[in-house]
T-cell receptor, first 113, second 112 residues
Framework: EAQVTQNPRYLITVTGKKLTVTCSQN?????MSWYRQDPGLGLRQIYY???????DKGDVPEGYKVSRKEKRNFPLILESPSPNQTSLYFC????????????FGQGTRLTVV | AQSVTQLDSQVPVFEEAPVELRCNYS??????LFWYVQYPNQGLQLLLK??????LVESINGFEAEFNKSQTSFHLRKPSVHISDTAEYFC??????????FGKGTRLSVIA
């Protein structure tokens, strides 16, 4: 089954404690991205990657890091989480091009206290 | 850069009534337009898309959207909603290197 898998689904952590949210896709997609979803703000892109070892900032990259060492994986790293990073996070993948469908993971609800 | 505006953040509607969720996009050049749906506690999934050809596109669950170039709109409609349509709906458009830029979403609540 074609899918994007995120882990964990739920996470509560304390300010300053480094964490990683994993994302994996089994569709051999070149393009992967991370979004955060906040009430009233919709989805905002954090980082994206057009292929292995190629990453770039989205609209809200501050406080986040990513890496793309393999085509299927695109982890999101919060080196020192803060309460304003409490949000619902989605990973997505697609093939390159503006007409293609993006496939989303189930989401990771992060709470930073 | 392209952008989309969803004019309504929340739309309550009674079951079996019609509904329209509004979306306007920012550019008058050729565009591709998408509607995604997010059911409670789930990720987003594609509902329908306009790429070219007929300006009226349909989904398998009875929604339709019409691309209107003169009004730069891509409104989503359904003639009779069901409780199961309760969800958040996002309009999206590709922009530059970003596959998708999303609107802020419209939460559709269907009331029995």
């Amino acid at each position: 089954e074609a899918q994007v898998t995120q882990n964990p689904r739920y996470l509560i952590t304390v300010t300053g404690k480094k964490l990683t949210v994993t994302c994996s896709q089994n569709m051999n997609h070149e393009y992967m991205s991370w979004y955060r979803q906040d009430p009233g703000l919709g989805l905002r892109q954090i980082y994206y990657s057009m292929n292995v070892e190629v990453t770039d900032k989205g609209d809200v990259p501050e406080g986040y890091k990513v890496s793309r060492k393999e085509k299927r994986n695109f982890p999101l790293i919060l080196e020192s989480p803060s309460p304003n990073q409490t949000s619902l996070y989605f990973c997505a993948s697609s093939i390159p091009g503006t007409t293609t469908e993006a496939f989303f993971g189930q989401g990771t609800r992060l709470t930073v206290v | 850069a392209q952008s989309v505006t969803q004019l309504d953040s929340q739309v309550p509607v009674f079951e079996e009534a019609p509904v329209e969720l509004r979306c306007n996009y920012s550019s008058s050049v050729s565009v591709y337009l998408f509607w995604y749906v997010q059911y409670p506690n789930q990720g987003l999934q594609l509902l329908l898309k306009y790429l070219s050809g007929s300006t009226l596109v349909e989904s398998i669950n009875g929604f339709e959207a019409e691309f209107n170039k003169s009004q730069t709109s891509f409104h989503l409609r359904k003639p009779s909603v069901h409780i199961s349509d309760t969800a958040e709906y996002f309009c999206a458009v590709p922009s530059g290197n970003t596959p998708l830029v999303f609107g802020k979403g419209t939460r559709l609540s269907v009331i029995a």
